[in-house]
DNA sequence: CGTTGATCATGC
DNA sequence: GCATGATCAACG
């Protein structure tokens, strides 16, 4: 392995992040963790964001829990992705967590998911169980805008999840609805609640929810990048 | 076997 | 509890 560091400060250019991301390519995660003196995990059953931590110290993104890109003076977003043996994602895609009230003046063009979503970097690696995490490869980056189509749909799919919260209806949302996003819940266990709004307007607990994007859609993504 | 709902680690 | 990083695992 050739005697390649992490970076100590942020791109400062959407080619630079790129550059760093193709560096990547073709490199085992661990020998990604090895170089970063980061202890490799057996399976993901107790830190499950390990791979996305990694790829984030290594393209220098800033850490933190903030609600905002990955790189925000690029605008980009930042998303592993686990692919099966047929270069399918493995996984839906996490986009953000749900505002579940207090959402008067909230729509498509200042919502959190359509900032996370408008320019993200993907970062495919191999994601079978079998292959143990140190062994996996991570493949070519892709730097993906939605087009008009899929800008659309994510909007509509987003206005539908967002009117039934808004209209007391979180309860009755499953991951069945919407055709790219899909609401799910997004919390440490069970017993995590939050404040929603119930069928009559009252206010509710609920199991806090998250937006994700459904494989198919991040599939698409994938093979329209590497037809051209 | 694919999907839905549940869960894990971490920082504040 | 919120929000980041996600994958696990029970179930239909």
């Known amino acids: ?7 100590k400060t942020a791109p400062s250019t959407i ?17 990604l963790a090895r170089a970063a003196n980061i202890q490799i995990p057996a399976n993901f059953k107790t830190q499950k964001g390990w791979t996305g931590q990694l790829i984030e110290l290594w393209l220098g993104a800033s850490a933190g829990s903030k609600p905002e890109q990955d790189f925000p003076e690029l605008g980009v977003e930042l998303k592993t992705l ?3 043996y047929s270069n399918k994602p493995l996984e839906t895609t996490y986009v953000c ?6 959402n008067t003046g909230v729509n498509w063009e200042n919502s959190n998911v359509r900032n996370k979503l408008q320019r993200v970097l993907w970062l495919p690696v191999q994601g079978e169980r079998e292959i ?45 609805v919407g055709s790219y996003l899909q609401l799910r819940p ?3 266990n069970g017993s995590v609640v939050t404040e929603a709004i119930g069928e009559d307007g009252q206010i509710i607990k609920t199991r806090p929810r998250g937006f994700y994007l459904r494989k198919n859609f991040t599939q698409d993504i994938l093979e329209s990048a590497f037809l051209g």
Do not use: C, F
């Open 1 to 7: 392995m050739q005697s390649i560091k992490t970076p």
């Open 15 to 31: 080619e630079e992040l790129m550059q760093r991301a193709r560096g990547l390519a073709g490199l085992s995660l661990g020998d």
């Open 82 to 84: 686990p692919l099966s």
């Open 97 to 102: 967590y749900a505002p579940l009230t207090n």
């Open 132 to 176: 143990p995490p140190a062994e996996r490869i991570v493949g070519s980056p892709v730097l993906w805008q939605p087009n008009s189509h899929q800008n659309a749909q994510l909007q509509h799919d987003w206005e539908e999840l967002m009117d039934m919260i808004s209209l007391g209806q979180v309860e009755r949302i499953d991951a069945t």
């Open 186 to 188: 997004k919390a440490a």
